[in-house]
C-alpha cells in the first residue's frame, strides 16, 4: 500500500520559533509537493521539486523554505513562525515525467504558532 | 493563467438523489483534469482524473465525471448518493511551470448528503 507520511498530525509553536515539517513517502516517486490549506481558500502550493536537491516556488513561498536531500524526503521550514503561518499542511508526492499523475496525499499535519 | 473555479461552496443532496458538483476551468493547452476527496482530519484521495479519449470518466467510489470542452467544464457527478460520501471535494488542473507541471485546486465544495 502506497504511503505518504508527515511527521505530526498536530504541532504548537511560539511566534519566532524555527519549525520543521518532515514528509516521506515510499513509491519512490520524483516530484513532491507542500501546500497549505485554509477555510475558503482551498489549497495553496508553497514549493515543490522534481528531483533531488531541485526546489520551485509555488504560489506562496514567503517565509517557507524547502529541502530535499534525499529522494523520498522533503521537508518544509519556517525560519521564524508567524502567528499567520497557523493552518494545515499537506505534503504530496506523484510521479515525475508526465503532468497526469495524480497525486498522493499526506494525512496532514495541524500547526498552530501562538 | 491557469485556474480552476469550483462555484459552490456547499452542495446539499439526500441520500439516494444523484448529486453533481461542478468544476470549470481555464488553461491553454489540453487540460489535465482531475477531482480529488478529503474525509474529515485526513489527507486528499485522488477519485478520477481525465487525460484525453473518452469524456465520461469514471472513478472511485461510484463517482464519474463529464469532460465538456465547449463550455471548458469537468462536474463530478454520482446516480445515487450515499451519507459516506460527505466530505470535501476538490478539482485540480495540471500546469506548465519550469519545465514541469504542478496541478491548480480550485478551492473546494463541501458536499453533505442527508439521509
Known amino acids: 500500500d502506497v504511503k505518504v507520511t508527515q511527521s505530526s498530525r498536530y504541532l504548537v509553536k511560539r511566534t519566532g520559533e524555527k519549525v520543521f515539517l518532515e514528509c516521506v513517502q515510499d513509491?519512490?516517486?520524483?516530484?513532491m509537493f507542500w501546500y497549505r490549506q485554509d477555510p475558503g481558500l482551498g489549497l495553496r502550493l508553497i514549493y515543490f521539486?522534481?528531483?533531488?536537491?531541485?526546489?520551485e516556488k509555488g504560489d506562496i513561498p514567503e517565509g517557507y523554505s524547502v529541502s530535499r536531500e534525499k529522494k523520498e524526503r522533503f521537508s518544509l521550514i519556517l525560519e521564524s513562525a508567524s502567528t499567520n503561518q497557523t493552518s494545515m499542511y499537506l505534503c504530496?508526492?506523484?510521479?515525475?515525467?508526465?503532468?497526469?499523475?495524480?497525486?498522493?496525499f499526506g494525512p496532514g499535519t495541524r500547526l498552530t504558532v501562538l | 493563467a491557469q485556474s480552476v473555479a469550483q462555484p459552490e461552496d456547499q452542495v446539499n443532496v439526500a441520500e439516494g438523489n444523484p448529486l453533481t458538483v461542478k468544476c470549470t476551468y481555464s488553461?491553454?493547452?489540453?487540460?489535465?483534469l482531475f477531482w480529488y476527496v478529503q474525509y474529515p482530519n485526513r489527507g486528499l484521495q485522488f477519485l478520477l482524473k481525465?487525460?484525453?479519449?473518452?469524456?465520461l470518466v469514471k472513478g472511485s467510489y461510484g463517482f464519474e465525471a463529464e469532460f465538456n470542452k465547449s463550455q471548458t467544464s469537468f462536474h463530478l457527478k454520482k446516480p445515487s448518493a450515499l451519507v459516506s460520501d460527505s466530505a470535501l471535494y476538490f478539482c485540480?488542473?495540471?500546469?506548465?511551470?519550469?519545465?514541469?507541471?504542478?496541478?491548480?485546486f480550485g478551492r473546494g465544495t463541501s458536499l453533505i448528503v442527508h439521509p
Open positions: 521539486s522534481y528531483d533531488v536537491k531541485m526546489k
Open positions: 485540480a488542473v495540471r500546469r506548465p511551470s519550469g519545465g514541469s507541471y504542478i496541478p491548480t
Open positions: 488553461v491553454s493547452g489540453n487540460p489535465y
Open positions: 513509491m519512490d516517486h520524483e516530484n
Open positions: 504530496a508526492s506523484s510521479l515525475g515525467g508526465s503532468s497526469y499523475n495524480e497525486q498522493f
Open positions: 481525465y487525460i484525453t479519449g473518452d469524456n
